[in-house]
């Protein structure tokens, strides 16, 4: 067995095991870092086989993005395990089964590829322009000539779905002022000032003392 077979088998053992955890462990944080592990492994895999474009697009695009926001979202909410777990072990024989047909169903298509005794041998000329060439230049050349409106129709999905996942966690705070721009710009002079006619009061009279309203002749003064 040489050194790229035992990576394969190293990182497949390693992904294996990742995979179950992830959907064995108690904690969620722990299985979406397991769910990552098992990602580094599967890009591992991809660059054995020479694929290194889907192996970089796999780290980047699940590890650096879509797990890093799940662990987010994990760590800020607070998930009652407990419930979740209630109901388990009622639909473990179904989910077991199902699980044994689609093993035996990918064992049954995979094992015609592992009886290969030797890798297929290529003609010289062949094995020289496949040497020159490069996947992520071929790749690209697909995507952007061949499957253009394909990947615009993908880019189209992927934006409303990112504007109907924002509409259906948007919530106005009710502690919050908010004003709208659009009534900000449409708004008129005659809106802004009004003119009330006030009438005019009248001045406040001086308290009068309680002697001068006893004897009104009195003089101020006061005198004997």
Known sequence: MDVKTGLFYLFAVVLLFAALRVITARSPVHAVLY?????????????????????????????????????????????????????????????????????????????????????PRVPAVLGQVAVQASNTRDLGILLYT???????????????????????????????????????????AQDRLEIVKVQATLRAQAPAVAGTEQNPSMPKGGGA
């Open 35 to 119: 769910l990552v592990l098992a990602f580094f492994q599967a890009a591992a895999i991809w660059i054995l086989l020479k694929a290194e474009f889907l192996a970089i697009a796999l780290v980047l695009v699940y590890v650096g993005a879509v797990m890093v926001l799940f662990l987010f979202v994990v760590m800020m909410i607070d998930i009652n395990t407990e419930t979740l777990r209630r109901g388990f072990w009622k639909h473990f024989p179904l989910a077991a089964l199902i699980g044994a047909v689609v093993a035996l169903e990918m064992s049954y298509v995979l094992l015609g590829g592992f009886r290969l005794a030797e890798e």
């Open 146 to 188: 061949q499957y253009l409106y394909p990947l615009e129709i993908a880019a189209v999905i992927l934006l409303v779905a990112i504007v109907a996942a924002i509409a259906l966690t948007l919530r106005e705070r009710k502690d919050s002022k908010f004003v709208s721009a659009s009534d900000q710009i449409r708004v008129k």
